[in-house]
T-cell receptor, first 113, second 115 residues
Framework: GDSVTQMEGPVTLSEEAFLTINCTYT??????LFWYVQYPGEGLQLLLK?????DKGSNKGFEATYRKETTSFHLEKGSVQVSDSAVYFC????????????FGTGTSLTVIP | GAVVSQHPSWVICKSGTSVKIECRSL??????MFWYRQFPKQSLMLMAT?????????EQGVEKDKFLINHASLTLSTLTVTSAHPEDSSFYIC???????????FGQGTRLTVV
């Protein structure tokens, strides 16, 4: 079945460091891919999305490119800030999943000053 | 736009009582709503999918008589935890999807503690 595999954390970076969180997926058909962010004690917020191969989603300095050939959707940011500390979830959804969302296990990011 | 409001954000109840959690889409019509449960430092576990005006579809292993879901309108879905027990203590999150949009928007979650 469809699934998402996400890089395990926790990840700790210094402010202004480069961030990569790996995400790969297994799916039948062509799902849409998402990154969601969860701050402590809160629900999830959509960070970015991509709906087809080679699409690049971007928001707040974060980017991820839908790579069909490697079935990946890695999250990157060139210079992280303390305020980026949160848990990041990779997810997929599509017609073949009954429009349900499948989430990765989440990666906790802590950025230290 | 695309705001989902979940209420209450936290609740403490006695064992054996029932608790209702509301999920509202404030500025769009949500034909589909999802209910998740999240354990500490873990991912979201889908409990059920509800479509407006029809019965919810529960995931395997989720007791439908214990977790009652009602999606009576295009802007409101409710989850009622019946006869709650301490093992039902968890963080419950709803999400809603608007017709024609691929992304889902999430409520802020409800922390349920059963004592």
């Amino acid at each position: 079945g469809d699934s998402v595999t996400q890089m395990e954390g926790p990840v700790t970076l210094s402010e202004e460091a480069f961030l990569t969180i790996n995400c790969t997926y297994t799916a039948t058909g062509y799902p849409s891919l998402f990154w969601y962010v969860q701050y402590p004690g809160e629900g999830l917020q959509l960070l970015l999305k991509a709906t087809k191969a080679d699409d690049k989603g971007s928001n707040k300095g974060f980017e991820a490119t839908y790579r069909k050939e490697t079935t990946s959707f890695h999250l990157e940011k060139g210079s992280v800030q303390v305020s980026d500390s949160a848990v990041y979830f990779c997810a997929l959804s599509g017609r073949n999943t009954g429009n349900q969302f499948y989430f990765g296990t989440g990666t906790s990011l802590t950025v230290i000053p | 736009g695309a705001v989902v409001s979940q209420h209450p954000s936290w609740v403490i109840c006695k064992s054996g009582t029932s608790v209702k959690i509301e999920c509202r889409s404030l500025d769009f019509q949500a034909t589909t709503m999802f209910w998740y449960r999240q354990f500490p430092k873990q991912s979201l576990m889908l409990m059920a999918t509800s479509n407006e005006g029809s019965k919810a579809t529960y995931e395997q292993g989720v007791e439908k008589d214990k977790f009652l879901i009602n999606h009576a309108s295009l802007t409101l879905s409710t989850l009622t935890v019946t006869s709650a027990h301490p093992e039902d203590s968890s963080f419950y999150i709803c999400s809603a999807r608007e017709v024609g949009r691929i992304e889902a928007f999430f409520g802020q979650g409800t922390r349920l503690t059963v004592v």
